[in-house]
């Protein structure tokens, strides 16, 4: 989840262990401040915490505000997403959606399905036999996030390379720039930026 603050204000780095929600319930929150991030604040769930990425410049003030405004927002995308993408079969009508809009069609997937076990991939295809798996991390990020990697590995089923025909498949997807700039930026946030290989930063190498 990404969104624009309105202004800057420059201040010393502050750190939240927790966060009350709008709700009333106490979330167990991190708060990771950026000297490369200027106007974009971006939330996800990592290992059962919440991660707000922030400007470095932001004041305690304005941590606190766009953390509870974050968080908020996060937990309302994520009971809609267990509404609509919750099980394998939700995944599954999504791709084919997503085929039919991006791809003519051509691209179909046998099975597609949520793992618990992909930390080092957001998702992996298998075009032997038409397999498509989505890390369990990805659940909680933006929808298009998660349409991006569909899409991906949606295109590994007509192109198994990154060769530039596939490139021209994934990019058939208006947001792919902007869902690889969310994911760049998890990866930073988590500290892997310099470590991470191309399965983090572009989903979809095979397994």
């Not at 997937?109 to 992909?118: C, D, F, G, K």
């Not at 890390?135 to 990020?141: A, D, K, P, Q, V």
């Not at 596939?166 to 998890?186: D, M």
Request: glycine letters at 6%.
């Amino acid at each position: 989840m990404e969104n624009r603050p309105d202004r800057r204000t420059p201040a010393a780095a502050t750190a939240v262990p927790a966060v009350r929600t709008a709700v009333g319930r106490a979330a167990d929150v991190e708060v990771r401040r950026s000297a490369r991030r200027r106007r974009t604040v971006t939330a996800y769930r990592e290992h059962g915490r919440t991660v707000v990425l922030i400007p470095a410049a932001f004041s305690a003030a304005e941590e606190r505000r766009w953390v509870d405004q974050m968080v908020a927002k996060l937990q309302t995308r994520e009971e809609r997403r267990k509404r609509t993408l919750a099980s394998d079969d939700d995944l599954m009508a999504r791709a084919r959606e997503l085929s039919a809009a991006h791809l003519d069609g051509q691209a179909v997937p046998a099975s597609v399905r949520w793992v618990e076990n992909q930390n080092r991939r957001w998702g992996s295809c298998t075009p032997a036999d038409r397999t498509i798996r989505l890390s369990g991390r990805l659940r909680g990020m933006p929808e298009f996030v998660v349409d991006y990697v569909l899409v991906h590995e949606l295109a590994h089923l007509l192109e198994p390379t990154h060769n530039a025909h596939f490139w021209s498949l994934v990019h058939a997807y208006p947001r792919a720039e902007r869902a690889l700039g969310f994911l760049e930026g998890v990866e930073h946030g988590r500290g892997e930026a310099g470590q991470a290989d191309d399965d983090e930063l572009e989903p979809g190498t095979l397994a």
